[in-house]
């Protein structure tokens, strides 16, 4: 094969920008203290998506019990959430404070989870979708926290009700300014609280509506946290609601203007920005912030590979692709070629990111094919397996010193074009399980190289999100296609390695070599063949 650049490192990261390089360093820096200390299963910003639904779950049951005690009204609403902190503070008042620190971490895990699927370059192409659902996410939680904060109608609400009222009277479209209501007590009436609480009941339930849809587009999903990291965290905000419960200000008076307030920062960060501005400023930011955060996908640098393609005449409609797709963005559909089989693989290509997970997972991607020439039921137009069995014979052909060794990487992983040498030929994947594993069987048992590497990205961050789980489950033989167990275990190491764990790579390489070495020399030699002389 012509050496076109397919399947030779570099390739990754082409569609992020220096800031994204920036803030996924910084992330990688970060995620391995985390690994240091809590392991990778237990690592937050492996699942910071699953956290923000955990707490979700905690502020909606902290939220349907401390609605059995609240009253609305503007005296009853007060008095209401008082009786729930001084009087029954050991349980509805535990439940108060839940519901505010579980809201507070919400909004947390969602913008560091935002940022990190920014900095990972998770929004380009037809991922394009996820993100974009995510940006009115954003609105519905500030949302649902600011009618949250109007409830308790003591100052802070006074506060909030009126800055609010205000900004949203700049637009001047309600016939009667919103902010009318507050000029008076007698102004302010019941079904106001009622009109309040049912909003603060909606937007959370919109909120689900539209995290649902923002899923859609991604399968085998981590919805739930680890289970110990999600009972550790909810331990701490218990802890905290305990030790530092969530209360009140004095009650809401609009005869005064409240002077002094304590601002919940998560959510009522825009007020004080209005108070030094205006609301027409706040309104810009906000529209401003919103448009970009929505454009952001379709914004150079932008790199867009061909999509997988289907070949009916070799597909037997096993299914394989369609289970391992990351994206949904295989489906099985009714035979329409009149061979002998139920269904067959249909690709959008719309949904395909162009990792090869499926090209991986076809069980007639095998390189022992000779006679026939390599053409899977799917398969990647811009990087086909035919190109990539060539890439390998090519490469192990130019290996001059032993042990030698193939280094299949993924180009989100660590900087591969760094470890080629004399006995090192490096191999770029879109991710590291667009490899079938009959590709590993070929190098060893054809003595292409006497050692297989396998890297990707990180454990727990792998750029197309199941790349990693799916090649160790194919190695272990728990998930299809296995790797055959003629193939000598000994002769495959696998590392998962960032960009910053480039040193623990090449120690591993090195280290494998080594033992690939003693290996060669322990070897027995092959018998010689008894002539027979009959
Ligand atoms: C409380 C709010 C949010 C929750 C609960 C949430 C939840 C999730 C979950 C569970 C995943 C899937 C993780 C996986 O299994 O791989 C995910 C993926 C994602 N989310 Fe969110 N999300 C939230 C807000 C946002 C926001 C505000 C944005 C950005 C504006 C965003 C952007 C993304 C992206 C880009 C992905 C990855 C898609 C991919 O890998 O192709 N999310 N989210
Ligand atoms: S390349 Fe295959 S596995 Fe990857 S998104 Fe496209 S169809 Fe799905
Ligand atoms: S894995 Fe291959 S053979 Fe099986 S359905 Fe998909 S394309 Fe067809």
Known sequence: ??????????????????????????????????????????????????????????????GIYIYIFFDTGTAAAYESVEYMTEEQWYLAGVMRSLHRYASDAMVLMMLVH???????????????????????VLWLVVIAGISGYWLVWDQLAQYVAIATAEWLDWWAIFGDPIARNFISPAALDDRFFTLLLFVHIMVPLLLLLVLWIHLQRISHLQINPNRGLAAGTFVMLLVLSLMVPAVSHGPADLARVPVAVNLD?????????????????????????????AVLPWLPPRVRRQPAEVSLSNCNGCGR?????????????????????DTEAVVTPALCVSCGICAGACPTSTPFRRKSDLI???????????????????LSG????????????????????????KGVAVVALPCIAALPPSFIDYVLSRGLAEGVLLTGCRKGDCYNRHGIDWTEARLAG???????????????EVLWAADSDRADLLESLEAFRRRLSVREKTKEPPRPKVESHV
Not at 398 to 421: I, N
Not at 478 to 492: A, G, H, K, M, S
Request: net charge neutral; hydrophobic share 45%; aromatic share 14%.
């Open 1 to 62: 094969m012509p050496d076109s650049g397919i399947f030779s490192p570099p390739r990754g990261q082409a569609d992020t920008n220096l800031l994204q390089r920036g803030l996924r360093r910084g992330f990688l820096y970060l995620e391995a203290g985390l690994d240091k200390c809590f392991g990778a299963a237990w690592n937050p910003l492996y699942q910071l998506g699953a956290l923000g639904f955990f707490y979700y779950w905690v502020v909606a049951v902290s």
């Open 114 to 136: 935002a940022l990190r699927e920014y900095a990972l370059g998770h929004l380009k192409g037809p991922r394009w979708f996820t993100w974009v659902t995510g940006v009115p």
């Open 265 to 293: 920062w998560f959510y009522l960060w825009a007020y004080p920005l209005m108070d030094l501005t205006s609301e027409g400023a706040v309104w810009s930011l906000a529209g401003v912030l919103t448009i970009m955060l």
């Open 478 to 492: 728990t998930r299809d296609p296995y790797l055959r167990t003629r193939v000598p275990r000994e002769c495959i």
């Open 376 to 394: 899977p039921g799917i398969d990647l137009i811009d990087a086909p397996l035919r190109d990539l069995r060539a890439r390998i014979e090519l």
């Open 321 to 341: 692709c369609a289970a391992d797709c990351p994206y949904s963005a295989i489906l099985m559909r009714p035979r329409s070629d009149g061979l002998p089989f």
């Open 398 to 421: 130019e290996l001059s010193e032993g042990p030698r060794v193939l280094l299949f990487g993924c180009e989100h992983g660590a900087a591969l074009e760094t470890f080629s040498g």
